[in-house]
């Protein structure tokens, strides 16, 4: 009896076979498309919510007759906000969820790209141009302005240092697979991601470019007066997406290259990198302080509002 008891068991015995790694990333790729499609419908209550807060902060009146073309450019950036962050983070945790079933320990660090999505993101948020309404009545500043009206120039010096840092771990990464690494795979990798950190950078500059040109249809000082300083908000984040994408394909890169990746890498370079990595990370220290201390953009009301009527200055 016993043995054809254990003869029963065996013959309906059911084997699964070993799922691949990369199956576990698919219920964060669902989740994150159902939370992108919520997020995507309710883009018109968050820019409304907003409008309501930036005029909070800056003390801007009621854009009046402009509300439509405010309400565009603020669900312009806040649209790239929530892709950039739902993006990132749900590839972020598709790469922790398969590194982790690979036996990787370090996986957490993917955990740094969620706020690169977001700042990123929403810098890439205005690549979408808003629409000039051609026939209806402008008013223009009153004079051409420059980058320095409308961001700090802590903001742009840092900017500045960070946009290099990727240049810097495209060296030290050659430089590591010159010295005939026996892994050259992860330093090839750091070259492929300072290749892309400089493209993103290079694409926001010209955006920088763009967005000083832009020109905005309003109605009345009122509605110029907000399309000033979301002009100065765009600035500050595109100045910031750049800063941001410099630090990552430099800090980052080699802090991940330094801790986990990269080895038999010669004596000099360890010093190399994590000085590196210190500049970068003071750098983007300054440029969140500032940040946060001009939270209201008073700098862009002092520099590039003194000219309109007292109704509209803060």
């Given at each position: 009896?016993?043995?054809?008891?254990?003869?029963?068991?065996?013959?309906?015995?059911?084997?699964?076979?070993?799922?691949p790694s990369w199956v576990l990333g698919v219920p964060f790729l669902v989740i994150g498309a159902i939370a992108l499609r919520v997020a995507w419908r309710r883009r018109d209550t968050w820019?409304?919510?907003?409008?309501?807060?930036?005029?909070?902060?800056?003390?801007?009146?009621?854009?009046?007759?402009?509300?439509?073309?405010?309400?565009?450019?603020?669900?312009?950036?806040?649209?790239?906000?929530?892709?950039?962050?739902?993006?990132?983070?749900?590839?972020?945790?598709?790469?922790?969820?398969?590194?982790?079933?690979?036996?990787?320990?370090?996986?957490?660090?993917?955990?740094?790209?969620?706020?690169?999505?977001?700042?990123?993101?929403?810098?890439?948020?205005?690549?979408?141009?808003?629409?000039?309404?051609?026939?209806?009545?402008?008013?223009?500043?009153?004079?051409?302005?420059?980058?320095?009206?409308?961001?700090?120039?802590?903001?742009?010096?840092?900017?500045?240092?960070?946009?290099?840092?990727?240049?810097?771990?495209?060296?030290?990464?050659?430089?590591?697979?010159?010295?005939?690494?026996?892994?050259?795979?992860?330093?090839?990798?750091?070259?492929?991601?300072?290749?892309?950190?400089?493209?993103?950078?290079?694409?926001?500059?010209?955006?920088?470019?763009?967005?000083?040109?832009?020109?905005?249809t309003t109605h009345g000082p009122a509605g110029l007066a907000w399309a000033e300083l979301l002009r100065a908000q765009m600035l500050r984040d595109l100045v910031g997406g750049a800063t941001?994408?410099?630090?990552?394909?430099?800090?980052?890169?080699?802090?991940?290259?330094?801790?986990?990746?990269?080895?038999?890498?010669?004596?000099?370079?360890?010093?190399?990198?994590?000085?590196?990595?210190?500049?970068?990370?003071?750098?983007?220290?300054?440029?969140?302080?500032?940040?946060?201390?001009?939270?209201?953009?008073?700098?862009?009301?002092?520099?590039?509002?003194?000219?309109?009527?007292?109704?509209?200055?803060?």
């Amino acid at each position: 009896m016993i043995v054809t008891t254990t003869w029963a068991s065996r013959a309906f015995e059911v084997t699964s076979p070993e799922l691949p790694s990369w199956v576990l990333g698919v219920p964060f790729l669902v989740i994150g498309a159902i939370a992108l499609r919520v997020a995507w419908r309710r883009r018109d209550t968050w820019a409304e919510a907003e409008l309501v807060r930036f005029s909070s902060a800056t003390g801007l009146p009621d854009p009046g007759p402009d509300r439509e073309i405010v309400v565009e450019r603020i669900r312009a950036r806040l649209g790239g906000r929530v892709l950039g962050v739902l993006v990132v983070t749900v590839l972020a945790m598709v790469v922790m969820s398969t590194q982790l079933a690979d036996g990787e320990s370090r996986s957490a660090w993917w955990l740094l790209l969620i706020p690169f999505g977001h700042v990123v993101g929403t810098a890439l948020g205005h690549l979408r141009p808003v629409g000039v309404r051609e026939g209806e009545p402008r008013v223009a500043a009153l004079r051409e302005r420059s980058l320095g009206d409308y961001v700090t120039m802590p903001e742009i010096r840092v900017a500045q240092v960070c946009a290099g840092l990727p240049l810097v771990t495209i060296a030290l990464a050659v430089l590591n697979v010159a010295d005939g690494t026996p892994r050259p795979a992860p330093a090839l990798g750091a070259i492929g991601a300072g290749v892309l950190c400089l493209v993103l950078v290079a694409v926001l500059t010209v955006l920088i470019g763009r967005a000083l040109r832009q020109h905005i249809t309003t109605h009345g000082p009122a509605g110029l007066a907000w399309a000033e300083l979301l002009r100065a908000q765009m600035l500050r984040d595109l100045v910031g997406g750049a800063t941001f994408a410099g630090w990552f394909g430099g800090a980052f890169v080699l802090l991940w290259g330094v801790t986990s990746s990269w080895r038999g890498f010669p004596d000099w370079y360890l010093p190399v990198a994590v000085s590196v990595m210190v500049v970068s990370v003071a750098a983007l220290l300054v440029a969140f302080v500032i940040g946060a201390h001009d939270k209201a953009l008073g700098w862009a009301r002092e520099h590039v509002l003194s000219h309109l009527d007292g109704r509209v200055h803060p």
